[in-house]
Nanobody, 120 residues
Framework: QVQLVESGGGLVQPGGSLTLSCAASGSIFVINGMRWYRQAPGKERELVAL???????EYGDPVKGRFTISRNNAMNTAYLQMNSLKPEDTAVYYCNFVGYDTNYEVFDAWGQGTQVTVGQ
């Protein structure tokens, strides 16, 4: 079983920065996709950023040029550097990892979510 633990959320002023972390533990063989999603009150969950094992990254349009996803494969950890934060970035942020466990079975794991609030 694979578990994800997120950290780094909090309250920040508009224009500020935060870095989220998501660390995986358990019976991991390899992590292929690492994704960050967010869900604001009353809205659907949306993809913020993704990183593939091949080194590709993609971003949702609202965060392009402001957010950066990175990964440390040795530590089974993903990061989301968020700059120039706006009030509309306020949401609960979730990480999602997909890969293979040590039984060579696919896993699709989610973090518990971390609140990011952008405001005065």
């Amino acid at each position: 079983q694979v578990q994800l633990v997120e950290s780094g959320g909090g309250l920040v002023q508009p224009g500020g920065s935060l870095t989220l972390s998501c660390a995986a533990s358990g019976s991991i063989f390899v992590i292929n996709g690492m994704r960050w999603y967010r869900q604001a009150p009353g809205k659907e969950r949306e993809l913020v950023a993704l990183s593939t094992s091949g080194g590709s990254t993609e971003y949702g349009d609202p965060v392009k040029g402001r957010f950066t996803i990175s990964r440390n494969n040795a530590m089974n950890t993903a990061y989301l550097q968020m700059n120039s934060l706006k009030p509309e970035d306020t949401a609960v942020y979730y990480c999602n990892f997909v890969g293979y466990d040590t039984n060579y079975e696919v896993f699709d794991a989610w973090g518990q979510g971390t609140q990011v609030t952008v405001g005065q």
